[in-house]
Every structure is written in structure tokens, then in C-alpha cells.
């Protein structure tokens, strides 16, 4: 008779354990959804309007009524919609330990419990759960690559060989942290162009310049970044190196080509 009283107990447990973590996508996937609509907004405490989640956590809504542009900025972005991008959503059912793929698709995740607190990767995903003592206690964090390359791996192992992170350009300061675009518009050069003007005018460069060819075209080639396989290995090319692949040049300039003693490169037998 204990037997089967344990038996039903611990089928009673999973089944609550299962309520409750299906209770919690349910809530954060509401409020994600909530914080895309324009104007929507939390009902909650008498005081300011909005209720605490788990752990503190408040959702994008509360940040917007202070920072509304940096919302807008966010809404829409790669970020915003971590968690509901199909192929992560594929790879997702696929996985044996989810966890790796929530830990970044997410906010909030707790690696003891296996659950999340918000869908996609919000606000406070990078500033942390909300004070309660904000503004007087900031939410500032480090401007630093290692917040980034927590789950941007292989894009940080990539810049960290570069020149770039040779010198300690990181990732802000050519990317917009709340739009995620670059901070100049790289079609057009101007975001290279902006520190690297000696090297624009030199003559490889110009030539590739006249004959519409942008700096990214040749630096920021990633011909992995395509595959979601390597992307979800953490193994995806992604171009930060900004190391040109003596492969990529045959794509326009026909063989013979190849490298010089010196480390140029020469085509048909010139330099």
C-alpha cells in the first residue's frame, strides 16, 4: 500500500513540476508579447502600476516608461525575438540540454530550475533584474566584450586574434547596443572609413573602392554564417577576424592567384 502512495505522490509531483514551468513560459511569454504592442502596458501594484516577477524581473514595459527610444530602438530586433526565431525553435526540440539554448534565447534563466523568467533576450537579460531603488541606483554595466561574447562565443574567439581586439575596439563601439545595427552604415564605408581612412586611400583599397566593392565585402565575408548548424555548435563564421581568405579573392579575380613571400598576394604575376 506505501508503494503505490509513492507512486501517486511522485506522479503528482512531476505533474505539478510540469504545471508549473508551462505557468511560467505562459506568464513570460505573455509579457513579451505585451511589451511589443505600442502603448501597451502592466496592471499590477497600487504604487507604480507595474508587479515583480520572479527574481525582481519587471519586463521590458517597465524600462520603456522611462526609455522609450532605446524601446523602440529594441522592439523587432534579433534580440527582442531570441526565443521565437523558427530555427532556433527547430534546434530547440532537437536539443538533449535545452538549457545551453535558453540560457542566451532568454531572460532570466535559472540553470537549478531549467526555467526563464522572459522570453527573448530583453533589458534586463544585459542590465540585470530591476533595483528598486532606480534611477538613484544606477543600471549602468561594463561597456566591455565580455558581457557580448557570453553568448556571441565564436564571435568573440574571432575578435580576439583580430586587430581590432589587438588595440581594444570592441563590439560597441561599431554597434548600436539596443538596435544592434553598426553604428555607421557599412554599405558605404562609413563605419570603417570613420578609423581606417590612411587605408581607404591606398591603392589596393581604391581600386576595390571604384569598382563598388565596400570593405565588408572582402573583411566580414563569413561563408558559414549561413549555416545554422555551425551556428548552433557555436562554431559559425561570423567575419571578425576581418582577416581576408585568400579563397574569397578567386570568387572575382580567375586564377592563377596567390600569395607573395612577403605576405601580399599577386595576380597573374603582378603585384
Known amino acids: 500500500m506505501s508503494a503505490l502512495r509513492l507512486g501517486a505522490a511522485a506522479r503528482y509531483n512531476a505533474w505539478l513540476a510540469v504545471g508549473a514551468g508551462l505557468l511560467i513560459l505562459l ?8 511589451a511589443a504592442r505600442p502603448g501597451a502596458g502592466l496592471s499590477g501594484g497600487e504604487d507604480d ?16 516608461e522611462c526609455h522609450p527610444q532605446q524601446f523602440d530602438a529594441w522592439t523587432g530586433t534579433t534580440h527582442a525575438n531570441a526565443s521565437f526565431d523558427p530555427i532556433f525553435q527547430v ?11 535558453l540560457s542566451c534565447h532568454t531572460t532570466g534563466y535559472d540553470t537549478t530550475t531549467g526555467q ?34 557570453a553568448c556571441h562565443r565564436s564571435t ?32 558605404t564605408n562609413a563605419l570603417c572609413a570613420g578609423c581606417h581612412v590612411d587605408r581607404t586611400g591606398d591603392e589596393i583599397h581604391a581600386a576595390h573602392l571604384a569598382a563598388d566593392v565596400q570593405c565588408v565585402d572582402c573583411h566580414r565575408s ?9 551556428a548552433v555548435s557555436g562554431q559559425a563564421v561570423t ?11 578567386s570568387t572575382c579575380h580567375p586564377p592563377p592567384i596567390s600569395l607573395l613571400d612577403d605576405g601580399r598576394w599577386t595576380i597573374f604575376g603582378s603585384r
Open 222 to 230: 563569413a561563408p558559414g554564417r549561413s549555416d545554422a548548424e555551425s
Open 27 to 34: 506568464v513570460s511569454l505573455s509579457l513579451t508579447l505585451l
Open 116 to 149: 526563464f523568467v522572459l522570453a527573448g533576450v530583453s533589458c534586463e537579460a544585459c542590465h540585470g533584474p530591476y533595483r528598486s531603488a532606480h534611477p538613484n541606483q544606477t543600471m549602468m554595466i561594463a561597456g566591455d566584450e565580455t558581457l557580448c561574447g
Open 239 to 249: 567575419g571578425h577576424s576581418f582577416t581576408v581568405q585568400l579563397s574569397l579573392c
Open 49 to 64: 502600476g507595474f508587479f515583480s516577477l520572479f527574481g525582481g524581473y519587471q519586463s521590458p514595459m517597465r524600462c520603456r
Open 91 to 101: 534546434y530547440l526540440q532537437q536539443a538533449e540540454q535545452p538549457g545551453e539554448c
Open 156 to 187: 568573440l574567439a574571432e575578435w580576439r586574434i583580430s586587430r581590432h581586439g589587438q588595440v581594444g575596439v570592441n563590439c560597441i563601439q561599431c554597434h548600436e547596443v539596443h538596435s544592434q545595427k553598426t553604428r555607421a552604415a557599412v554599405a
